[in-house]
């Protein structure tokens, strides 16, 4: 079964730092993208960026550039999504999403609540 | 970036009845190279994450029932549901390919009449 598995939910106080997880199974790893997408508290979806994990090359939405870092490890396929210091405003469900490089998000991550909160 | 602006914001349709979803982009997402349209629909229900309906802009997902369909070039696409069911309550998003930065429409949230 193709599935994205993400990472438990989070609860973080501002100025923290996070690294969250999205692991590919049931197909090559390397054959696809992976993009984040947030999804504020009653909001819709926001696409954050993508990476290629065959070389790692990520692109990001000006919205998002310089705020969060996406990252590959292929060898353990997996896509992670990172902050160095969170905002209350980073409060929202993030999910993960595969994608050929051009393409439609066909398989999605169960998503990971994250909760900035002091 | 393009914005995709979807109608109505929320709808209410009766069991069996017609819902049709538009989706309407601030520029044109059909690559003329291959004519295909870099336009998606999704359906999200509460506490799930979204599914994808179509691709290409009418090609359906395996899977989702023919009741869906989705149509539209250029700027202007169209998602139907020919006889709405309980279990379609959700909302919609329509979502471009195109270029990046990737966008999604606002949401369409369809419940029952």
């Known amino acids: 079964e193709v599935q994205l598995v993400q990472s438990g939910p989070e609860v973080k106080k501002p100025g923290e730092s996070l690294k969250i997880s999205c692991k590919g199974s049931g197909y090559s790893f390397t054959n696809y993208c992976i993009a984040w997408v947030r999804q504020m508290p009653g909001k819709g979806l926001e696409w954050m960026g993508n990476i290629y994990p065959s070389d790692s090359y990520s692109d990001y939405s000006p919205s998002f550039q310089g705020q969060v870092t996406i990252s590959a490890d292929k060898s353990i396929s997996t896509a992670y999504l990172q902050w160095t210091s969170l905002k209350a405003s980073d409060t929202a469900m993030y999910y993960c999403?595969?994608?050929?490089?051009?393409?439609?998000?066909?398989?999605w991550g169960q998503g990971t609540m994250v909760t900035v909160s002091s | 970036d393009i914005v995709l602006t979807q109608s109505p914001d929320s709808l209410a349709v009766s069991l069996a009845e017609r819902a049709t979803i538009n989706c309407k982009s601030s520029q044109s997402v059909l690559y003329s190279s291959n004519n295909k349209n870099y336009l998606a629909w999704y359906q999200q229900k509460p506490g799930q994450p979204p599914k994808l309906l179509f691709y290409?802009?009418?090609a359906r997902e395996s899977g989702v029932p023919d009741r869906f369909s989705g149509s539209g070039s250029g700027t202007d696409f169209t998602l139907t549901i020919s006889s709405l069911q309980a279990e379609d309550v959700a909302v919609y998003y329509c979502q471009q390919y195109y270029s990046t930065p990737q966008t999604f429409g606002q949401g369409t949230k369809l419940e029952i009449k």
């Open positions: 290409w802009a009418s």
């Open positions: 999403a595969r994608h050929e490089s051009t393409g439609a998000f066909d398989i």
